[in-house]
């Protein structure tokens, strides 16, 4: 028997040209169960999966699992109003969210629907929420700051636009507060922010926007809040949809920056709706794909080339661990998805250093390429004496007899100690960091006692304010020249000499 392959491609072509697959928009289907925010749907055959299904009259729902002859929904409204033999008609559309400038200073839920009780929101476009990422070629390498504020951070563990640093530690660690405090700190920097919370007490969304709004950052953030009495379907979708309006500022040339708080609920969401979805669970009973859920969101964050137009979105997703185990499944996930991590210890936080952040385990894998020059120049051994110190200071404690080259290195160590530690909600500008690392580490705090280390920062600020406008000015403009570092020297030479004689004197 002969084979011609050609006649065979055009029977294909024209059998599929008949069938009925993508010409039908509208197919309708009968609920056959409804339970825990689950509906099981018959006689939707060509539904796609993540597709919007509409309940009429009712609400919306999302195509989780394609089988045999059902579908089963997750819904994003409560499955009391519905039962069964209610009507299910497919949309051939995926979830979409509402994006644009409008957004700012508002609070959405998961769908984009504002919940602040400030009417409508005009939108101008609409995103899917599963976006794919930016490829290869679209990227270049990241290289510009995104500045925190915050001084262990900004020195050791520094942040670039385009970047996921991740943000781990136990409950109350002070995560959130660095999260905050780097929104807070992209005040007038053209950085617009969302800001997601997932999984947590309605009443921490009212304390985030309060502080927002009391630091004026509101008027460049959006926040998203998926809190823990929402359903886990809307959980789940939360930090897709939030992304995507973020990532909507990245496509229009600007730096965005996400932070999402925190994946383990979300991971935990997920967990739910799998179970309750029958599929297989895996190690900690997650499903196998748990791991694709936050690559596939993380991986969204990029760093475009100039010929994609520049934008920038940067991700601070927050992982919280139990009893510091970094090892269990999602910490591990995570941080090998994310380019570092911030890990903030209990033990620290309540021995009174805050932030609570542990320098030792901390990286950021961007690291010098997104500093400053005077930055990278004036901090570089700051992580090295840091580290050095905490060793020492251990073993310190079993010696009585130290030689004088240990005293010394432990008193730079204390005052490392005390310059790293800042007040919550209180971002430190790029110029004033470098020189207060400048002033700590030539050598002009070792005369300075240890409790008074913080007046003598304050005073440096407040002076170089009035005398040293010239250097602020060339810091701004990262000029570190011979010059600049010469005039830097002399003016905190004698403001230390100032502050020594005031002190002698009280
Ligand atoms: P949770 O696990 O409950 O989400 P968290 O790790 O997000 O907690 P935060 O809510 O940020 O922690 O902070 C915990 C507490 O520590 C808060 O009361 C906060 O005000 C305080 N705190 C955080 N950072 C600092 C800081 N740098 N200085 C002083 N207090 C701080
Ligand atoms: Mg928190």
Redesign the pocket.
């Known amino acids: 028997m002969s084979f011609d392959i050609s006649q065979l491609t055009k029977d294909i072509k024209a059998k599929l040209e008949l069938s009925e697959y993508g010409s039908k928009v509208e197919e309708t289907g009968t609920v056959v169960k409804v339970s825990d925010g689950i509906a099981q749907i018959y006689g939707l055959e060509d539904c796609l999966i993540y597709e919007l299904i509409e309940f009429p009259g009712k609400g919306f729902g999302m195509a989780m699992n394609l089988e045999k002859s059902l579908v089963l929904a997750i819904l994003f409204f409560s499955d009391a109003s519905i039962k069964e033999g209610d009507k299910a008609v497919r949309t051939n559309k995926t979830v979409s969210v509402p994006v644009g400038y409008n957004l700012l200073g508002r609070v959405v839920n998961a769908l984009g629907e504002p919940i602040d009780g400030q009417g409508e929101i005009e939108a101008g476009e609409f995103y899917q929420i599963e976006r794919s990422a930016k490829g290869i070629i679209e990227r270049k390498s990241v290289s510009v700051p995104l500045e925190t504020g915050i001084k262990p951070i900004d020195s050791m563990i520094p942040i670039g636009l385009g970047q996921r640093e991740l943000i781990i ?10 999260a905050l405090d780097t929104i807070i700190n992209q005040k007038g920097k053209d950085v617009f922010c969302v800001y997601v919370m997932i999984g ?1 007490k309605q009443k ?1 969304t009212v304390e985030v926007v309060e502080i927002l709004q009391k630091s004026g950052a509101m008027d460049y953030t959006i926040v998203v809040s998926a809190p823990a009495s929402d359903s886990a379907s809307m959980q789940y979708i939360a930090p897709f949809a939030a992304c995507s309006m973020a990532e909507f500022f990245m496509e229009q040339g600007k730096n965005a920056l996400i932070v999402y708080d ?1 994946l383990t609920q979300h991971a935990v969401a997920y967990r739910t709706l799998s179970l309750l979805l029958s599929r297989p669970p895996g190690r900690e009973a997650y499903p196998g794909d748990v791991f694709y859920l936050h690559s596939r969101l993380l991986e969204r964050a990029a760093c475009l080339s100039e010929e994609s137009g520049g934008g920038t979105l940067t991700a601070l997703p ?1 992982i ?1 661990t139990q009893a510091g185990n970094i090892s269990a499944y999602i910490p591990t996930n995570v941080i090998s998805i994310t380019d570092g991590q911030i890990f ?1 210890e209990s033990e620290l ?1 309540n021995s009174g250093i ?2 609570a952040i542990n320098p030792g385990i901390s990286v950021s894998r961007v690291g010098g390429s997104a500093q400053t020059k005077a930055m990278k120049k004036v901090s570089g051994s700051l992580k090295l004496l840091y580290s050095q110190y905490l060793e020492l200071k251990d073993f310190a404690e079993f010696g009585s007899d130290l030689d004088e080259n240990t005293r010394k290195r432990l008193a730079v160590g204390e005052r490392i100690v005390e310059i790293l530690k ?3 909600h209180d971002p430190i500008a790029l110029e004033n960091q470098i020189m207060i690392f400048f002033a700590l580490l030539n050598g002009f705090l070792k005369d300075v006692p240890l409790n008074l280390i913080h007046s003598y920062e304050a005073e440096l600020y407040e002076y170089m304010k009035i005398k040293g406008q010239n250097i602020i000015l060339k810091l701004r403009q990262d000029d570190f020249s011979n010059d600049t570092v010469e005039e830097l020297r002399k003016s905190v030479e004698k403001f230390t000499e100032q502050f020594l004689q005031k002190a002698k004197e009280v």
């Open positions: 530690g136990d409950r109350q660690t002070g995560k959130t507060s660095i947590q921490a925190n927050i919280e903030l936080f805050l932030p800042q007040d919550e």
